[in-house]
């Protein structure tokens, strides 16, 4: 049977960007597949900077221009990884007629049920200590960090320890600072997500068992959580399951399509 094209939109983590999508979209591409790669605001090469983004709303403002951009009779795969998952979240809950599944990669899955800052407080109960990653304090030291940006150490041992050494010096030049959000009604009301929208779509998670910052137990524990209509392990594969599993992820995510879409 001959296999026809999807479009996936691939949606990056904090302090990435769409260069991080690089092996899998090659792959993606090479199986006759078409492929986006989305900058989220202040991330990658869009121009804006972080400082200059006041709520999620305005980090989501390009998934939210591409996904309206659509033609009304397309339907995308759309996959998250890392903090992309709440992006995938709000993109559900948003434009729920212009997706066919959404697939979680060792991502955040907040839900109906699972509010995003109630998934945001067990991820830092947690989470390891950051070592050598830098926050800025735009409004004084006394204050909550308004930013951050990994550093090396915390890279190397905790998101790109199982991938190759040259993916992290690319990570490393290309990394930027990620807003931090402190406006918690504002995040609630812009992360609020309902059965009827995003709850109408069809969600896969993909385990990456060796993740060392969204560890299993916690992957496991949103999955019981907000049960998704599927689970998928890819094994070996540190957080940056793009960079240590490519193939594997590819594979994935095309026998996700072919089964939802």
């Known amino acids: 049977m001959e296999k026809r094209e999807r479009h996936f939109v691939l949606v990056h983590g904090a302090c990435h960007g769409a260069w991080n999508w690089y092996k899998v ?25 972080a400082h200059e983004l006041r709520s ?80 800025t304090f735009d409004q004084g030291p006394n204050n909550p960090p308004t930013s951050l940006l990994f550093g090396y150490n915390f890279m190397a041992t905790k998101l790109y320890q199982l991938s190759p050494p040259e993916d992290l010096t690319l990570a490393m030049s290309l ?7 402190g406006d918690d009604a504002l995040l609630l009301k812009e992360s609020k997500l309902t059965k009827e929208k995003y ?16 560890k299993e137990d916690f992957q496991r524990w949103m999955i019981e959580n907000n049960p998704a209509d599927e689970v998928k392990v890819i094994t070996g594969s540190d957080h940056m399951v793009m960079f240590s599993k490519p193939k594997e992820l590819s594979s994935c995510l095309q026998e996700i399509a072919e089964k939802y879409s």
């Open 175 to 181: 990394v930027r600072p990620f807003r931090l959000y």
């Open 199 to 214: 709850g109408s779509i069809r969600r896969v998670y993909i385990v990456c068992d060796q993740d060392n910052i969204i």
């Open 25 to 49: 979209l090659t792959l993606l591409k090479s199986a006759g597949h078409k492929v986006t790669a989305l900058d989220l605001a202040a991330s990658g090469i869009h121009p804006k900077q």
């Open 56 to 135: 999620l709303s305005d980090y989501l403002e390009p998934l939210m221009e591409f996904m309206a951009s659509l033609p009304a009779e397309e339907r995308v795969i759309l996959v998250g990884h890392s903090f992309g998952g709440v992006c995938n979240a709000v993109a559900m809950e948003k434009f729920p007629e212009k997706i066919s599944v959404a697939v979680y990669a060792t991502a955040l899955m907040p839900g109906p049920d699972l509010s995003f800052l109630a998934l945001n407080e067990q991820k830092f109960q947690r989470l390891d200590p950051l070592k050598d990653a830098q926050f």
